[in-house]
């Protein structure tokens, strides 16, 4: 019988997105700029943008090709998708610097800790 996870949910999403990218045979940038433009295209909350922010910046994807894209979908999705997308964009950007802004308040704490004999 298998162990039950505390996290069923984001464990499911986690396999589905490793087997899809597992079976795709795109590069790394044209990915990302894909699976952007989908969560664009369904107005997807901030906590979606957040997820692709790491694979975003293993590719290299800058600002102005984010904007490229919005500006690119902009006709077929809408102006208010496309406004929609980049307020939870922006959200997202803020929450992933507030989270590593936290991560390296810890590690810098716990280095201090370790030189005091914590």
């Known amino acids: 019988m298998a162990t039950a996870s505390e996290t069923p949910v984001l464990d499911t999403i986690a396999a589905m ?7 795709c045979h795109m590069d790394d940038r044209t990915l990302i700029l894909s699976r952007i433009a989908a969560l664009v295209a ?12 790491p694979p975003a910046i293993k590719a290299e994807f800058t600002v102005e090709q984010l904007q490229d894209l919005l500006v690119a979908i902009a006709p ?13 964009i922006a959200q997202a950007f803020g929450v992933a ?22």
């Open 76 to 88: 077929v999705v809408g102006t208010a998708r496309v406004m929609s997308a980049a307020g939870h």
């Open 97 to 118: 610097l507030a989270l590593a802004e936290s991560e390296a308040e810890a590690i810098a704490q716990a280095g201090a800790d370790s030189r005091s004999g914590s």
């Open 42 to 53: 369904m107005d997807a909350p901030a906590i979606s943008y957040l997820a692709h922010i």
């Open 17 to 23: 997105t490793i087997d899809s990218i597992e079976h």
